[in-house]
């Protein structure tokens, strides 16, 4: 079985700062992929950031940057220089060998970026 | 616009109608996706297609529901029937057949509301 856990479900952050966002997550897949999105009030579900469970380097787009921790099952998503249309809810994801072409996502987290 | 379409973008309707949603996929994308998004959660798949077989369905898929891609174009999801619990985004999505890190292009979605 797949399980995303996403513990924060709301985050605030100041301007300018970076953030961290959690994710763990459980399979037993023995090869996957990390992913997170970034769901704005209007709905849609935008793709930020891959992670391949065998990538040696931890993925970076911009400025977003992904926290890989293969042992510990963790998968953080830091977003630097934080702006404020960075406010909505973020969603990790993962998709494995066993899954299908199907994602399993976490909660969600809440980000408020404070002026 | 060559994004992931879906109409309509907003219904109410009465406990016991029947809906149907629409999803526009990007041109060149052979597969497809429904997921379904509840307040407070992250969102759960439903189906996939690929051109016009619907390849994997989710138990969450009860039989009045329904999901159609005729052409391996355009897809429809009907709900018959509807009650209270259906009330949610209904989220569409599409990607190219191949590694999974291609990740998906998703749509605004469908916010349905039972009443």
């Known amino acids: 079985a797949q399980k995303i856990t996403q513990t924060q479900p709301g985050m605030f952050v100041q301007e300018k700062e970076a953030v961290t966002l959690d994710c763990t997550y459980d399979t037993s897949d023995p090869s996957y992929g990390l992913f997170w999105y970034k769901q704005p009030s209007s709905g849609e579900m935008i793709f930020l950031i891959y992670?391949?469970?065998?990538?040696?380097q931890n993925a970076t787009e911009g400025r977003y940057s992904l926290n890989f921790q293969k042992a510990r099952k963790s998968a953080n998503l830091v977003i630097s220089a934080s702006q404020l249309g960075d406010s909505a809810m973020y969603f990790c994801a993962m998709r494995g060998t066993n899954t299908g072409n199907q994602f399993y996502f976490g909660t969600g987290t809440s980000l408020t970026v404070i002026p | 616009d060559t994004g992931v379409s879906q109409d309509p973008r907003h219904k109410i309707t009465k406990r016991g109608q029947n809906v149907t949603f629409r999803c526009d996929p990007i041109?060149?994308?052979?597969?497809l996706y429904w997921y379904r998004q509840t307040l407070g959660q992250g969102p759960e798949f439903l189906t996939y297609f690929q051109n016009e077989a619907q390849l994997e369905k989710s138990r969450l898929l009860s039989d009045r529901f329904s999901a159609e891609r005729p052409k391996g174009s355009f897809s429809t999801l009907e709900i018959q029937r509807t009650e209270q619990g259906d009330s949610a985004m209904y989220l569409c999505?599409?990607?190219?057949?191949?590694?999974?890190?291609?990740?998906?292009?998703f749509g605004s979605g469908t916010r349905l509301t039972v009443v």
């Open positions: 992670q391949g469970s065998y990538d040696q």
């Open positions: 041109s060149e994308h052979n597969r």
């Open positions: 999505a599409s990607s190219l057949e191949g590694p999974w890190n291609y990740g998906y292009t």
